[in-house]
């Protein structure tokens, strides 16, 4: 339906939706009377979100505008027929809309490439992931992040080899012929594009078949002890006759005889010892390696991750990883809301409860002589810095040790040129009965809570947005299984937002409302400012906040909340 049937010619193509940035600047023109340089001025206002701008733009839309003398400049909707109501519900639309829309030739190449990109990802997954993880090479939590869906969805990720890798991540297949993702020899520290020029010319001429036979062929300065120590670390020798325990015994000895019979066979060149058959040092070919258990997995991977960035052949928490799954906020999650236009800014001081591995465990003395801790936590996606402030410090110390499994609760920190953090709050070991907790917890909230109807049209778009992308997490799809996002349109009109069911909300008081005072019992007390400030009593906007944010971890900012309490105060639907 359209609000107008002024709208009809400008939006019947795209079936009464805006689509393009077009068509908000010949809505403007059509509607209010607006130029086609002042439209694009309005255009842009929207897309930088200028909200002094914006008021006054949303004066002339509505009303018009007249010079000094009262001559009439741009007629505005209103003195075109349009009712004002329309008009400003019209505007408000163009205002959500244009913070993320294209023109037109922009969102018709995005839909191409969106098209193309589904086809490969369906058809031929593992070429695609390979060159989705190419592209964020120099992204090490994006990539973490890509691995492990890699992992979840069976397609091996292959540890890098020198008989098998290039310099970039690459299609192969695994000892049982699946086909998988060859780790890249780029994405090894300490190894350069040299060295890996080098491995390759050699490689063409015949495969490597030990170790002796790699440091006899590979020769140049672009390889050093450093890189074979970081190949070997990364397991790009394995499966060449020795384990990796064997070979960091005595890699740095093997490189040093190399080294030392090339310089002896410099441009023809032979020693009086190898004249006479007598030589001191022991040709690579000569040189035994004594029998040595392998290290333990543990400490294999910990190689990996060191020399690559991320864990290849298995993750310390493979063990953990059905409690991880108990709804907890992942480091690919807080990363993803730092890519956002602010910086992750609207999210910051969000409450969130994160769990895996302490990889890292500091104490630092504070300027007043207190001691509080630097963390790293890091899960199945990637890791994250924690900050333990004194008080908090005193109280947990015991529980920050390295290699410990952890769940910490605090507020997410966003500032600008920094990553993002975690400001810890408490810390509980991470156990079957804490992620039972935290599981239920997600669980009654949302089958106990409310259902929620979107107005696909005229609802708050960027909340509307983070409600799809939280419907589509995997780690949620048992708790929002019946959690519903559609359109509204043609049942009664303005629904706006209906929140429906609201029972058994926190300690099962449930929410209720007494001359738009709403509450929520115990769990406002517990763990929300607001409620520990007002009581069990707070506003709409905090509630519809409350529930978004701590149940869903879905972070509401300021703004969106209060439209949203605005909505429903004047539809009734709360």
């Avoid at 299609?171 to 040299?194: A, M, Q, S, T």
Wanted: charged share 25%; with cysteine.
């Amino acid at each position: 339906r359209y609000e107008t049937p002024l709208l009809r010619p400008i939006l019947d193509v795209t079936y009464g939706c805006m689509v393009y940035q077009e068509q908000v600047m010949q809505i403007v023109r059509d509607l209010a009377g607006y130029s086609l340089g002042r439209s694009d001025l309005m255009r842009r206002a929207m897309a930088k979100k200028k909200k002094d701008v914006m008021a006054q733009e949303r004066e002339y839309f509505v009303n018009g505008m007249t010079d000094e003398n009262g001559g009439v400049l741009i007629d505005g909707a209103v003195r075109r027929g349009v009712p004002r109501e329309v008009a400003e519900h019209i505007f408000d639309e163009m205002s959500a809309f244009a913070s993320y829309a294209f023109n037109k030739s922009h969102a018709a190449a995005y839909a191409l490439v969106a098209v193309q990109t589904a086809w490969l990802k369906r058809y031929h997954p593992v070429p695609f992931m390979a060159a989705t993880i190419n592209s964020m090479m120099d992204n090490m939590p994006k990539m973490a992040g890509y691995i492990q869906y890699c992992r979840q969805h069976d397609i091996p990720v292959l540890p890098p080899h020198v008989n098998k890798s290039v310099w970039r991540f690459s299609v192969d297949r695994d000892e049982n012929g699946r086909p998988g993702i060859r780790f890249g020899l780029g994405g090894v520290k300490n190894v350069g594009h040299g060295a890996v020029e080098l491995i390759e010319k050699q490689r063409a001429r015949g495969l490597f078949t030990s170790i002796f036979d790699f440091a006899d062929r590979v020769a140049g300065d672009a390889l050093n002890k450093r890189t074979v120590e970081s190949l070997i670390k990364a397991g790009a020798f394995d499966g060449l006759g020795h384990n990796r325990a064997q070979l960091l015994s005595v890699y740095e000895r093997l490189m040093d005889d190399s080294a030392q019979k090339r310089r002896q066979n410099i441009a023809g060149q032979m020693s009086l010892f190898d004249l006479a058959g007598a030589g001191q040092s022991a040709s690579p070919a000569m040189f035994h390696i004594p029998p040595m258990e392998e290290h333990p997995r543990k400490a294999l991977l910990s190689m990996e991750r060191e020399m690559t960035g991320v864990y290849i052949t298995g993750h310390p928490l493979d063990e953990a990883a059905e409690l991880l799954r108990a709804g907890f906020t992942t480091v690919a999650d807080v990363y993803g809301m730092s890519e956002d236009e602010d910086g992750g800014a609207a999210y910051d001081g969000m409450q969130a409860s994160m769990a895996g591995i302490l990889t890292v465990c500091k104490g630092k003395i504070t300027k007043k002589g207190s001691m509080m801790g630097i963390l790293t936590l890091e899960d199945l996606t990637g890791q994250i810095e924690g900050l333990v402030f004194p008080k908090v410090y005193e109280r947990y110390v015991p529980l920050l040790n390295v290699d410990s499994l952890v769940i910490l609760d605090g507020k997410l920190s966003f500032r600008e040129e920094e990553e993002p953090k975690l400001l810890v709050d408490a810390v509980r070991p991470l156990n079957a009965e804490n992620a039972a907790q935290r599981a239920a917890a997600v669980s009654k909230a949302y089958h106990a809570v409310f259902r929620i109807h979107i107005d696909a049209v005229l609802f708050h778009k960027p909340l509307r947005r983070q409600l799809i992308q939280l419907r589509q997490r995997s780690s949620l799809t048992r708790f929002l299984r019946h959690f519903r996002i559609g359109s509204t349109v043609g049942q009664g009109g303005d629904s706006g937002i209906r929140l429906l069911h609201l029972l058994h909300l926190g300690d099962g008081q449930g929410l209720r409302g007494a001359g738009g005072v709403l509450w929520c019992g115990g769990y406002c007390r517990a763990h929300c400012r607001e409620g520990q400030r007002n009581g069990t009593h707070c506003t709409e906007q905090a509630a519809i906040k409350c529930m978004l944010h701590f149940f869903f971890s879905v972070p509401l900012p300021r703004h969106a909340a209060g439209a949203v309490a605005r909505k429903a105060a004047s539809t009734g639907s709360l």
